[in-house]
């Protein structure tokens, strides 16, 4: 059950109850008057969303003649001001309402995980005995499934490996993609153990419209910059799922295993999926759960089976791994450990993630200084005021400015981050300097990932992908 502290508001399981049945209403309304199937599709996919979210919330399906007991002391729970605040979150799509982003104290009730807490932080630093990453202590790997387990291992000296992804739908990743991969290559150097990286170019091929030939090829072009983050060679295997499917029976034996063990109705639940949706979306999901399986790589496991995997990833990415952790037991694997991030907003502000398909979204890793200053001075969100005198009397909005959020996670100084906080809050600091402030950091950090990508060979790329024993101590 998750972290619920300090008398905060959280979604109740009424609300989700009365959410449940406002969304279902739409649909039959939906289908009365003959609307487009996309808007239907649409509808439907939310509320079988809102269904799984109720029955992680509660522990049982949703019933619609059996509202749920105890609700939160203290919610509004009527339907109409449930759906004006919903946050919507899944592995394709992340919506809110608010300027400030998800509220990610509701989502942690709505999934089920437990908060990052200071109590596991510093059990963090004790087992590592170094600072946590800034990334943990700010809060932006927030939520996590399982990681005093992990610790648990870590300190008895039993092994874990370490396993992230990355769907390459496009050449170029911008800084939102780097945020679980400078995240995982810290927990990789720290605990000293092997790293699996999926490239999800199956996935993309049958979301997307490209051929499987352009998602390969995407997947080349983002191993270079998974490689660029600084990876040990000797400890990392990054592979495409298009390739390695083939080339390993461990791996296609554990997804065979896991669809063999979830129903059409389950997938449906977790996922969203429709009748319309093509037989391959329908079963990737358990591609993307059997590298939580150590045996799904018995170049570097053998045959074993009881090595425990930790996930860094977004959190719009759990509900696979929802379906993984239910799966493990009954296939004979130990449930695979989480860490969740938030979600790296667009420079036009917190309520979307980034897009790789909106050059002016992001900030692209092939971006110029140029690009760069102007991609911030033009299009970045201000919490600031609308004049210089309304700044300087009544300061600008943290929350809420694109600018000061970036800063969070690409600042490495908490010192200068919280002084910078300060001024722009007073009003001291104003907008431009802001955005400058922020242009000094990403220039240098962007050119400096474009010089490591560019020491990037063929045949370093090779390497990494290729199937072999890693390098990496256990019992």
């Given at each position: 059950?998750?972290d619920?502290?300090n008398?905060?508001?959280?979604?109740?399981?009424?609300?989700?109850?009365?959410s449940?049945?406002?969304q279902?209403?739409?649909?039959?309304?939906?289908?009365?008057?003959?609307?487009?199937?996309d808007?239907?599709?649409?509808a439907?996919?939310m509320?079988?969303?809102?269904?799984?979210?109720y029955?992680?919330?509660?522990?049982?399906d949703?019933?619609?003649?059996c509202?749920?007991?105890?609700p939160?002391?203290?919610?509004?729970?009527?339907p109409?001001a449930?759906?004006?605040?919903?946050?919507?979150?899944?592995?394709?799509?992340?919506?809110?309402?608010?300027a400030?982003g998800?509220?990610?104290?509701k989502?942690?009730v709505q999934f089920?995980?437990?908060?990052?807490d200071?109590?596991?932080?510093?059990?963090i630093?004790?087992?590592?005995?170094?600072r946590?990453h800034?990334?943990?202590?700010?809060?932006i790997?927030?939520?996590?499934?399982?990681?005093?387990?992990?610790?648990d291992?870590?300190?008895n000296k039993?092994p874990?490996?370490?396993y992230?992804?990355?769907?390459?739908?496009?050449?170029?990743?911008?800084?939102?993609?780097?945020?679980?991969?400078?995240?995982?290559?810290?927990?990789?150097?720290v605990f000293?153990?092997p790293?699996?990286?999926?490239?999800?170019?199956?996935?993309k091929?049958?979301?997307?419209?490209l051929?499987?030939?352009?998602?390969?090829?995407?997947?080349?072009e983002?191993?270079?910059?998974?490689?660029?983050?600084g990876?040990?060679?000797?400890?990392?295997f990054?592979?495409?799922?298009l390739e390695?499917?083939?080339?390993?029976?461990?791996?296609?034996?554990?997804?065979?295993?896991?669809q063999?063990h979830?129903?059409?109705n389950?997938?449906?639940?977790?996922?969203g999926?429709?009748?319309?949706?093509?037989?391959?979306?329908?079963?990737?999901?358990?591609?993307?759960?059997?590298?939580?399986?150590?045996?799904?790589?018995?170049?570097?496991f053998r045959?074993?089976?009881?090595?425990q995997?930790?996930?860094?990833?977004?959190?719009?990415?759990?509900?696979?791994?929802?379906?993984?952790r239910?799966?493990?037991?009954?296939?004979?694997?130990?449930?695979?450990a989480?860490l969740?991030?938030?979600?790296?907003?667009?420079?036009?502000?917190?309520?979307?993630?980034m897009s790789?398909?909106?050059p002016?979204?992001?900030?692209?890793?092939?971006d110029?200084?140029?690009?760069i200053?102007?991609?911030?001075n033009?299009?970045?969100?201000?919490?600031?005021?609308?004049t210089?005198?309304?700044?300087?009397?009544?300061?600008?909005?943290?929350?809420?400015?694109?600018s000061?959020?970036?800063?969070?996670?690409?600042?490495?100084?908490?010192?200068?981050?919280?002084?910078?906080r300060?001024?722009?809050?007073?009003?001291?600091?104003?907008?431009g300097?802001?955005?400058?402030?922020?242009i000094?950091?990403?220039?240098?950090?962007?050119?400096?990932h474009?010089?490591?990508?560019?020491?990037?060979?063929?045949?370093?790329?090779?390497?990494?992908m290729?199937?072999?024993?890693?390098s990496f101590?256990?019992q």
């Amino acid at each position: 059950m998750a972290d619920v502290s300090n008398g905060e508001s959280y979604t109740s399981p009424l609300e989700l109850f009365n959410s449940i049945a406002v969304q279902g209403e739409l649909v039959r309304a939906l289908k009365a008057r003959k609307a487009s199937k996309d808007e239907i599709d649409s509808a439907v996919k939310m509320l079988l969303s809102l269904k799984m979210n109720y029955k992680a919330a509660v522990g049982e399906d949703y019933k619609a003649d059996c509202p749920p007991g105890n609700p939160v002391a203290g919610n509004n729970s009527s339907p109409d001001a449930t759906k004006a605040n919903e946050d919507f979150v899944d592995p394709w799509t992340v919506q809110t309402s608010s300027a400030k982003g998800i509220d990610y104290d509701k989502l942690i009730v709505q999934f089920g995980s437990s908060k990052i807490d200071k109590e596991l932080i510093n059990r963090i630093e004790r087992a590592i005995g170094q600072r946590p990453h800034h990334f943990l202590r700010r809060g932006i790997f927030f939520s996590h499934r399982d990681m005093n387990q992990i610790l648990d291992a870590y300190e008895n000296k039993k092994p874990f490996y370490l396993y992230t992804g990355r769907g390459p739908s496009s050449e170029a990743m911008h800084v939102g993609h780097l945020v679980p991969f400078i995240f995982t290559k810290w927990l990789q150097d720290v605990f000293s153990v092997p790293l699996v990286v999926q490239m999800s170019d199956d996935e993309k091929y049958l979301w997307k419209d490209l051929s499987l030939d352009q998602a390969h090829s995407y997947t080349v072009e983002n191993v270079k910059d998974i490689i660029a983050c600084g990876f040990d060679i000797n400890k990392t295997f990054i592979f495409s799922d298009l390739e390695y499917m083939g080339q390993s029976p461990g791996f296609y034996k554990n997804v065979v295993k896991i669809q063999k063990h979830v129903t059409f109705n389950q997938v449906k639940g977790i996922f969203g999926f429709t009748d319309s949706d093509c037989i391959g979306k329908i079963s990737f999901p358990a591609v993307q759960a059997a590298p939580s399986f150590s045996n799904s790589f018995p170049q570097i496991f053998r045959d074993r089976t009881d090595i425990q995997c930790l996930i860094p990833c977004a959190i719009d990415q759990d509900p696979y791994f929802r379906m993984a952790r239910d799966v493990a037991p009954r296939i004979g694997h130990p449930k695979p450990a989480l860490l969740h991030s938030t979600f790296f907003p667009a420079l036009q502000g917190a309520q979307t993630k980034m897009s790789a398909s909106d050059p002016n979204s992001s900030i692209f890793l092939t971006d110029t200084a140029k690009q760069i200053k102007t991609k911030v001075n033009k299009h970045a969100f201000s919490g600031g005021r609308d004049t210089v005198e309304e700044h300087r009397q009544f300061g600008g909005n943290c929350d809420v400015d694109v600018s000061f959020m970036y800063l969070t996670f690409f600042l490495e100084d908490d010192d200068r981050l919280e002084q910078i906080r300060k001024d722009y809050t007073s009003g001291a600091m104003l907008t431009g300097e802001l955005k400058k402030t922020l242009i000094d950091v990403l220039q240098p950090l962007i050119a400096e990932h474009q010089t490591r990508r560019k020491a990037v060979t063929e045949e370093m790329v090779k390497e990494f992908m290729t199937p072999r024993p890693l390098s990496f101590h256990f019992q």
